[in-house]
């Protein structure tokens, strides 16, 4: 399995600001995903990330609050824009490795705690 | 799209024991079912998965069944131990991965 890591590991911010999230994998791969997971609940995907081409929003997330990029296969940012406290969450980076169509595996996670 | 109910919600049992947690799917074009394990403050481990060309895995005390036409999937751990205490998701996948809504395992020593 991939070996992946976030930055920062958590994070306390205050409402109207903005908080980029940074994950990086030590291999090449091509599809990578955003999710947020709110305390004891399930995982929710925000967006799958691509290299090359706009991230893919689900339904209820715009690119607007949680603008994506994806520089290259090793490497995306989630920016999480204007806070607020309904914002405060885990927010989990996942990568489908190349010899693994459809399974993925997870970052250790951002908790963010927005005030 | 693909929803994904989970159940139960909580689970308890004896060290020993065997525990089964079951989830559904809606989409039949599904075609992958992993399993996460989640301890507290970390991140999903993924234990365990099966495609919809398989009808179950094994691997050590964890087992997976899938019934593609009831399209309902189970976990099955077996010989339960004090470490197996944890929330575990099911999920299916066709490209997107949804998830059930979780289950908090607790093995009593």
């Known amino acids: 399995s991939a070996v992946i890591s976030q930055k920062p590991s958590r994070d306390i911010c205050q409402r109207g600001t903005s908080l980029t999230i940074q994950c990086q994998v030590d291999s090449q791969v091509t599809m990578m995903f955003w999710y947020r997971q709110q305390p004891g609940q399930s995982l929710t995907l925000i967006a799958t990330a691509n290299q090359g081409s706009e991230a893919t929003y689900e339904s209820g997330f715009v690119i607007d609050k949680f603008p994506i990029s994806r520089p290259n296969l090793t490497f995306s940012t989630l920016t999480v824009s204007n806070m607020s406290p309904e914002d405060s969450s885990i927010y989990l980076c996942?990568?489908?490795?190349?010899?693994?169509?459809?399974?993925?595996?997870f970052g250790p996670g951002t908790r963010l705690t927005v005030l | 799209g693909e929803n994904v109910e989970q159940h139960p919600s909580t689970l308890s049992v004896q060290e020993g024991d065997s525990a089964v947690i079951k989830c559904t799917y809606s989409d039949s074009a599904s075609n992958y079912f992993p399993w996460y394990k989640q301890e507290l403050g970390k991140r999903p481990q993924l234990i365990i998965d099966i495609r919809s060309n398989v009808g179950e895995k094994k691997d050590q005390r964890i087992a997976v069944t899938l019934n593609k036409t009831a399209k309902h999937f189970s976990l099955h751990i077996t010989e339960t131990q004090p470490e197996d205490s944890a929330v575990y998701f099911c999920a299916a996948s066709n490209n997107d991965m949804r998830f059930g809504a979780g289950t908090r395992l607790t093995v009593k020593p």
């Open positions: 996942s990568v489908e490795p190349p010899l693994g169509p459809d399974t993925q595996y």
